[in-house]
């Protein structure tokens, strides 16, 4: 395993991420694939550390698959529930994490609703000097770094298997469907894909996809950035479509006109899909809305669909980010 | 452990189970029933392994029993809770369970108010041929195997602790008394005590017990199922008396007039049982309503009530079954 | 470790606490500590055996902190939740209890918002001739046992961290401020402080410190403690501060005029500490109302709050008293 140039404690965001700590990631849950292949999935690579998951906002398959991936690692895993907790009592989320540190948590998994709080439960952790990791599974409209992370290892994995590392993505062109404007999966992948020498295309109806998106990218990697408000430029000769959760409590606020509508303009068919090249693929954060972002059919197609590779990849990106961050005792 | 002849990857149903079969689930679950007894209640046997329990209506109880057998064979337990889940976010009931198959789930326990949902993720888990085992852990008003099975070693264990198999219950009478129309248990249990040679007599309120019920029973078994609607008949000469839960919710749909009245009428007394052998018991899938199907000192008596014992075998056979089903990677 | 006059099998109330009782305690709970400092934070101690938390109160906080315990004792540890329970169902709590015992639990850890509910079911279990332990974690207004004996493990650490024992705080001055009425950490704190020579002062606002309060106490043991209804006397040359949770909910019942105003006459500021001892440290149970009962910038400074290690101590101490309990398989 690659872990000589490891540095980083936290995984906060994929704005700095440096190419070789791409390939560190890749490199480790390749080997960890290797581990869940075998009958026996466990290594005792974090015995007797503890991994806590602090999810501020309701997740089974995230939290799930984080879970899995402390316990094939065989560290102990602590859930922080905050609807029967103290957070209702009127705890501050630094105290509440101050005292999940205090138990002895090595590693902090936190997913909140606004964007910064891991970020600022990390900067806690780092004045009191404690060691602890945190990997932030999803912070508002953020990031979510390990999602974009098991996507690159997914693209990755299926062009080489055996060796799968960020530049074999350079110069593909992938397209990125869908709510654009709140999606936290979208803005950590811009991050991993630009960094990776993808040429990405968004394409979302405008009220999903404002024009000033692309200015928060710096301008070396916003060359590789374009944006469309139709779906079929950003379709045409693409070699991975990345499809995003549409969330039904937009149409409220009148960013969309209805989900039947969506799927007609923006949703991914095979029809469309004969913009793409000949061996495009499609990838789905989940959970899916059948028939909105994708069609039916099509998600069920293992010839089309990385949608259940995703999934199996994040337990071995986790694991490998887990094994890296390492807790404290390291 | 008498294994050999075991080839059912999935548990949904005992319509169709053979002698044979019962009796491996009888005798390996005496089997573990003495690891249980040890001061180390473990075996490695499933290490590694991964059992989901998916229980789409809330169940403590059940789910602790088999979370229990899971741990107690050194398997990893996840949970799947649609309380907080992507289930309210609009994904259907087959893209969870591949979801949690594509992180690597070996075993699916699952529990759905509807009837057929876990035949339903079986069909798909061999559709796509993964080698996944599903056991149905309740469906709608249909089935509950590991109960009927529990039910089953309970009673085969008392007559022979050494060596349980289906043939001690030959010629017995067995009264299943309360709710039979909504009850998965008596339906499971139905078919565990015909195929064992039960003379099984059902006993509820005419609301509760439609003379149609039998006709579901095919013609063989049904000589031995006998239909009442007073429970004297039910009880005079029974060997052993099964009483269901009552729900309660049951009442505001004008099928029962009253707990009070349901208990004078159908409750199970020592007064009562005086009608039946002389060495009956009592069983309960729990919980109990005290003093409706049940009185309270009956219940607590452990010489008429094999309730707790009834918990005790839950653990063993489901030990059995996970062991039996066993996973895809054997 | 000195085990050999433990004979205690429940822990429900410090009120009959012998001083041997607190030094095992104490004793024990510095070698787990130990333990917990190596990288491998985890011992075979109680392997195979079950530990269930039953809490019908919510907390994730003390849960977590058994839970932990468990673990690193290698046990398995089963929840049981009851919002999506049988008890909802109409079981009774001792038959909820019974069902967990018949699982297989060896130790059962109890929170209820009602007085006495760990005692009856402890009662039941010896009844029974089971030989589970069950340990009382918050009944009602009534104890708290696990709280007072980490804060007192906390104490002792710190005047003689290798060898905490309860006779260091002999003579020393405690105040224990807040509300005092409504707090079962307060009232198992009496016990043990007393029981250690502690003088204990109390100070609250006088709803929530009525006189009769100290009726409740033994006269040998009254001889140590006095009523205030300012804190000034209470804090004045006090070795340590002990600061109560106060619940918001109370001031609805004309309990309290306003947390502001609880905040000027009670809340514990580096002012007030002003009079007590130079190296006074203060506790609070957690979780902290920051600006209430303890102003913010004291509660964060580590050279006067010792709020993080009263976590960190619960983790050692509940460890102790799982171990010394030690499951009905001893």
């Given at each position: 395993?690659v872990t000589?140039?490891?540095?980083?404690?936290h995984?906060?965001?994929?704005?700095?991420?440096?190419?070789?700590?791409?390939?560190?990631v890749?490199?480790?849950?390749a080997?960890?694939?290797?581990?869940?292949?075998?009958?026996?999935?466990?290594?005792p690579?974090?015995?007797?550390?503890?991994?806590?998951?602090?999810?501020?906002e309701?997740?089974?398959?995230?939290?799930?698959?984080?879970?899995?991936a402390?316990?094939?690692l065989?560290?102990?895993a602590l859930?922080f529930?905050?609807?029967?907790s103290?957070?209702?009592?009127?705890?501050?989320?630094?105290?509440?994490?101050?005292?999940?540190?205090?138990m002895?948590?090595?590693?902090?998994?936190?997913?909140?609703?606004e964007a910064?709080?891991?970020?600022?439960?990390?900067?806690?952790?780092d004045?009191?000097?404690?060691?602890?990791?945190?990997?932030?599974?999803?912070?508002?409209?953020?990031?979510?770094?390990?999602?974009?992370?098991?996507?690159?290892?997914t693209?990755?994995?299926?062009?080489?298997?055996?060796?799968?590392r960020?530049?074999?993505?350079?110069?593909k062109?992938v397209?990125i469907?869908?709510?654009?404007?709140?999606?936290r999966?979208?803005?950590?992948?811009?991050?991993?894909?630009?960094?990776?020498g993808?040429?990405?295309?968004?394409?979302?109806?405008?009220?999903?996809?404002?024009k000033?998106?692309?200015?928060?990218?710096?301008?070396?990697?916003?060359q590789?950035?374009?944006?469309?408000?139709?779906?079929?430029?950003?379709?045409q000769?693409a070699?991975?479509v990345m499809?995003?959760?549409?969330?039904?409590?937009?149409?409220?606020?009148?960013l969309l006109?209805?989900?039947?509508?969506?799927?007609?303009?923006?949703?991914?068919?095979r029809?469309?899909?004969q913009?793409?090249?000949p061996?495009?693929?499609?990838?789905?954060p989940?959970?899916?809305?059948?028939?909105?972002?994708?069609?039916?059919?099509l998600m069920?197609?293992?010839?089309?669909?990385?949608?259940?590779?995703?999934v199996?990849?994040?337990?071995a990106?986790?694991?490998?980010?887990?094994y890296?961050?390492?807790?404290r005792?390291?």
């Amino acid at each position: 395993m690659v872990t000589t140039t490891w540095t980083r404690r936290h995984v906060l965001s994929l704005a700095d991420f440096l190419p070789t700590e791409y390939d560190i990631v890749l490199q480790t849950a390749a080997s960890f694939r290797e581990v869940l292949s075998r009958r026996t999935k466990k290594v005792p690579t974090l015995q007797g550390q503890v991994v806590t998951t602090m999810f501020f906002e309701p997740s089974t398959r995230t939290r799930s698959s984080f879970e899995l991936a402390a316990k094939r690692l065989s560290a102990d895993a602590l859930t922080f529930s905050p609807g029967s907790s103290s957070l209702t009592k009127g705890e501050t989320i630094l105290d509440t994490a101050k005292t999940y540190l205090a138990m002895g948590t090595d590693i902090m998994v936190i997913r909140h609703r606004e964007a910064g709080v891991p970020h600022a439960v990390a900067a806690e952790m780092d004045r009191l000097g404690t060691g602890v990791g945190v990997l932030n599974a999803g912070d508002g409209q953020h990031e979510h770094p390990s999602q974009a992370l098991l996507d690159l290892f997914t693209l990755c994995s299926l062009l080489d298997p055996e060796n799968p590392r960020s530049q074999l993505l350079k110069d593909k062109k992938v397209a990125i469907v869908g709510d654009i404007l709140h999606s936290r999966v979208a803005r950590s992948n811009l991050w991993s894909l630009t960094a990776s020498g993808v040429e990405v295309h968004l394409a979302a109806p405008p009220t999903l996809l404002p024009k000033l998106f692309a200015h928060t990218i710096k301008d070396e990697r916003r060359q590789r950035l374009f944006l469309h408000w139709q779906v079929e430029p950003a379709l045409q000769d693409a070699d991975f479509v990345m499809t995003l959760r549409l969330q039904k409590e937009r149409m409220g606020q009148h960013l969309l006109p209805s989900l039947r509508e969506y799927h007609q303009h923006f949703g991914i068919t095979r029809d469309r899909l004969q913009l793409c090249k000949p061996d495009v693929k499609v990838l789905h954060p989940g959970p899916v809305n059948r028939g909105v972002e994708i069609s039916s059919d099509l998600m069920d197609d293992p010839a089309l669909s990385l949608i259940q590779t995703q999934v199996t990849s994040g337990v071995a990106v986790r694991m490998a980010l887990l094994y890296l961050m390492g807790g404290r005792s390291r």
